[in-house]
């Protein structure tokens, strides 16, 4: 594994994340309530903060709780909400260990197929459906790992020329055209909320 992203806008945040599986699991696991690029410079910073090359599963899943929370809250902290996010990173390694012996390409590694590799994906600590869905289609556009049915298993995700997600990203420009996608759909979710409590 080792490709280009360009979703921490930052070449040393995207750098592990095109080398390192777990740094990019790691990365969609923070992408929630914060800006993308936040989310994905988070492995980075980790990283550095533990003052590792990358993410290891083992040396994560051993560590005490609280002192991990803490190194994550430490200023610019790694999320808006550093504590909770401390301890989802904790339960996804140690997942990892128990069941792929700390190895996270091993979730994709073998799948036979799209719809395996999503349930694998969903049994993951801290992935639901869309995350999931997502992952698996920012592995198969920009990682190759494309199990048969894998655009099916991603849903609108999987499908070419689409700018829907963390998976559509190639840099700033294709960034802006998630961005404003999301914004759309945020939009039309409250119109529609609002349609339907009036």
Known sequence: ??????????????????????AALVGMLLDQQVPMEWAFKGPRTIADR????????????????????????????VHRYPGSMAKRIQQLCQYLVEHYDGDAAAVWK??????ELLRRLEELPGFGKQKARIFLALLGKRFGVR??????????YG??????????ITGPESLAKVRAHKQEMKAAAKAAKKASSS
């Open 1 to 22: 594994m080792d490709v280009t992203l360009h979703l921490a806008q930052d070449p040393d945040a995207d750098e592990l994340l095109g080398r390192s599986p777990l």
């Open 50 to 77: 533990l003052g590792a090359d990358d993410l290891d599963a083992h040396d994560i899943a051993a560590r005490d709780p609280e002192a991990f929370a803490a190194l994550l809250s430490e200023k610019p902290a």
């Open 110 to 115: 073998d799948a036979g197929t799209g719809n």
């Open 147 to 156: 199990p048969t049915g894998w655009r099916e298993a991603a849903g609108a």
């Open 159 to 168: 499908e070419p020329d689409s700018f829907r997600s963390v998976a559509d």
